[in-house]
Nanobody, 126 residues
Framework: QVQLVESGGGLVQAGGSLRLSCATSGRSSGRLQMGWFRQAPGKEREFVAAISGSTSITRYADSVKGRFTISTDNAKNTVYLQMSSLKPEDTAVYYC???????????????????WGQGTQVTVSS
């Protein structure tokens, strides 16, 4: 069992930056695949970024590539999502998720992620 707790959301102006954190407990995140997803009002949950715990290979949605960076601190069992050059369309609830598959390349489909945090709101004003 894995517990995930997100933090770091908030209100920011367009062009600004935020860093989301996801603290894991119950099982080391060092080998899990970790991902960030988001859901805007009236829209389906979508993939944002993911990282493999075994290879550190990352994957990003095209909409955030070059602006967002996912990283892990295994000593702190924490996953981060650094978000820069934020746009109003980035407004959503952001969820951290863990995929127990110890794969080399992280997966991007939410169905593969068994454990989810409660979500943190990110609002980008224009």
């Amino acid at each position: 069992q894995v517990q995930l707790v997100e933090s770091g959301g908030g209100l920011v102006q367009a062009g600004g930056s935020l860093r989301l954190s996801c603290a894991t407990s119950g099982r080391s995140s060092g080998r899990l695949q970790m991902g960030w997803f988001r859901q805007a009002p009236g829209k389906e949950r979508e993939f944002v970024a993911a990282i493999s715990g075994s290879t550190s290979i990352t994957r990003y949605a095209d909409s955030v590539k070059g602006r967002f960076t996912i990283s892990t601190d295994n000593a702190k069992n924490t996953v981060y999502l650094q978000m820069s050059s934020l746009k109003p369309e980035d407004t959503a609830v952001y969820y951290c998720a863990a995929d127990p598959n110890f794969g080399m390349v992280p997966r991007t489909t939410s169905d593969n992620y068994d454990y989810w945090g409660q979500g943190t709101q990110v609002t980008v004003s224009s």
